[in-house]
């Protein structure tokens, strides 16, 4: 089986910097594409940025120019570098992962558990 593990919240004053990492372990035949979501309590959980194995980017409108996307192939692991954090990014931000385990010819989308960040006015 394939797992993902956050690290990297916590609280941080407006204008700071946060960054994310997540790493995926287990029986990986292969990673697709990675991403970062967020969720606030009583809406839907949004993309906020992902990054495919070839290092293709997207992300929200919200965080363009704010946030930055990368992974370490040889580790598999995705970072969310924010900066320039306002109150409005406070969330839990889950990790997700288009992945392939060995035991199965298709990929499979996982998440992690979530890591809070909490962005103080």
């Known amino acids: 089986q394939v797992q993902l593990v956050e690290s990297g919240g916590g609280l941080v004053q407006a204008g700071g910097s946060l960054r994310l990492s997540c790493a995926a372990s287990?029986?990986?035949?292969?990673?697709?594409?990675m991403g970062w979501y967020r969720q606030v309590p009583g809406e839907e959980r949004e993309l906020v940025a992902a990054i495919t194995s070839g290092g293709s980017t997207k992300y929200a409108d919200s965080v363009q120019g704010r946030f930055a996307i990368s992974m370490d192939n040889a580790k598999n692991t995705v970072y969310l570098q924010m900066n320039n954090l306002n109150p409005d990014d406070t969330a839990v931000y889950y990790c997700?992962?288009?992945?392939?385990?060995?035991?199965?010819?298709?990929?499979?989308?996982?998440w992690g558990r979530g890591t809070l960040v909490t962005v103080s006015s």
């Open positions: 997700n992962g288009h992945i392939r385990p060995k035991e199965l010819a298709l990929g499979v989308e996982y």
């Open positions: 287990g029986t990986i035949f292969g990673i697709y594409a």
